[in-house]
């Protein structure tokens, strides 16, 4: 039994030593290596707010044909959805009518110019019996009157050449402006009557185009409080966004704004111009339009997805200082422009902010940062 008991104190012991031996080990060989975050390091900018509006494409020129006189439509003289240019020749209505008054125009011309001719030579003879003291004034006079009556008719033959001319002109329907012309409303052979409500043919100018939208009065205000800054590049910054989500190549310009707001919505209508020289832009497509709203200089643009919030909904994002510690800074946010937040006060130009690995760490830990490779750091729309 002693040898027994004093084997049992021996394998206690034993176990003692090997139990104790992880603890002197961890203390003889230091504490676990610092977690490994990804960071981005931070730099300030200034920066153009901007206001994603949704609008229309509206072509900057409109006309719809329709025939100024009746007859009967002879010929169609384009092809449907082709540009045309102001004055073409677009559809022939019968003329043979208007022909005709055109020639009985110029008959009554022609018969007012002879009435004329003898009037005046009546008017002459008796000024030459009136100085012979042959005739009376009373009949000098009678002769002059009718000199003037006939000169005035031949003014009114005149017009009414004029006018039957303009007539058998607009027999032949052209263009009233330069474009793409639509669909043909009638066929040969229809019958067209001059004033009628509805169209021949439409005509739209698509080069360039307008995209109208509406903005709050309230953006407007900040918007011209920003500063001539904006109103100056503001025309190298309106940008259209198609609704396949890719962005139109060619920038636009403010070119009007409605001078009223709208007293029940409290909005303003702004018109926007965009050259469409390849005829890309269609009226009645839905688009988006990036419209600049003012500028925040000295800003730093975060990402977001290192920027969370505290318990009271307040933004915070964790930095490593210079000592490789991390730090939590409350954050003043203006907005989000893309998939970056646009912050004034909390992160200064230098700052490594964390974007990977925020759910290991806490404030006052020790970690390796790792700086963000460029590419990934784009948005994947870019």
Same mark, same amino acid.
């Given at each position: 039994?002693?040898?027994?008991?004093?084997?049992?104190?021996?394998?206690?012991?034993?176990?003692?030593?090997?139990? $104790?031996?992880?603890?002197?080990? *961890?203390? *003889?060989?230091? *504490?676990?290596?610092?977690?490994?975050? #990804?960071?981005? #390091?931070?730099?300030?900018?200034?920066?153009?707010?901007?206001?994603t509006l949704p609008g229309r494409v509206a072509a900057s020129g409109l006309a719809e044909v329709r025939p100024q006189v009746s007859g009967i439509v002879t010929e169609r003289l384009f092809e449907e959805g082709r540009p045309v240019q102001k004055g073409d020749p677009l559809y022939r209505i019968d003329a043979a009518s208007y022909e005709a008054a055109k020639a009985a125009a110029e008959a009554g011309l022609a018969q007012a110019e002879a009435q004329v001719r003898a009037a005046q030579r009546e008017a002459t003879r008796q000024q030459e019996l009136l100085d012979r003291n042959v005739t009376s004034q009373q009949s000098l006079d009678n002769a002059v009157a009718a000199r003037d009556v006939a000169e005035a008719a031949v003014k009114v033959a005149e017009a009414q050449v004029l006018a039957a001319t303009i007539d058998l002109d607009r027999t032949t329907i052209s263009a009233p402006i330069s474009g793409v012309v639509g669909l043909s409303q009638t066929t040969q052979g229809a019958l067209v009557t001059? %004033?009628?409500?509805?169209?021949?043919?439409?005509?739209?100018?698509?080069?360039?185009?307008? @995209?109208? @939208? #509406?903005? $709050?009065?309230?953006?407007?205000?900040?918007?011209?409080? $920003?500063?001539? *800054?904006?109103?100056?590049?503001?025309?190298?910054?309106?940008?259209?966004?198609?609704?396949?989500?890719?962005?139109?190549?060619?920038?636009?310009?403010?070119a009007a704004a409605e001078p009223h707001v709208n007293e029940q919505t409290g909005v303003i209508v702004l018109r926007l111009e965009f050259p469409n020289p390849d005829s890309f832009l269609l009226p009645g497509m839905y688009v988006q339009v990036v419209m600049p709203q003012g500028v925040?200089?000295?800003?730093?643009?975060?990402p977001q997805e290192g920027v969370s919030r505290d318990r009271r909904g307040r933004p915070v994002a964790m930095v490593v200082n210079a000592e490789n510690q991390v730090e939590s800074r409350e954050l003043t946010v203006v907005r989000d422009q893309g998939n970056?937040? @646009?912050?004034?006060?909390?992160?200064?130009?230098?700052?490594? @902010?964390?974007?990977? %690995?925020?759910?290991?760490v806490s404030a006052g830990m020790t970690v390796t940062p790792e700086e963000r490779e460029t590419a990934a750091a784009e948005p994947a729309g870019n």
């Open positions: 039994m002693p040898f027994f008991n004093h084997n049992l104190q021996i394998l206690i012991a034993a176990l003692a030593v090997a139990a $104790s031996l992880p603890a002197n080990a *961890q203390q *003889q060989g230091g *504490q676990n290596p610092p977690m490994s975050v #990804t960071v981005v #390091t931070l730099e300030s900018s200034d920066v153009i707010l901007t206001s001059a %004033g009628q409500t509805s169209a021949l043919t439409v005509i739209r100018k698509l080069d360039p185009v307008y @995209v109208d @939208v #509406t903005q $709050s009065a309230s953006e407007i205000l900040q918007w011209r409080r $920003s500063g001539q *800054q904006v109103a100056k590049e503001a025309n190298a910054t309106v940008t259209l966004r198609l609704a396949d989500g890719g962005e139109y190549e060619h920038k636009g310009i403010l925040v200089e000295d800003a730093i643009l975060a970056q937040w @646009v912050v004034t006060e909390g992160l200064v130009p230098g700052d490594r @902010v964390i974007v990977a %690995g925020l759910q290991k």
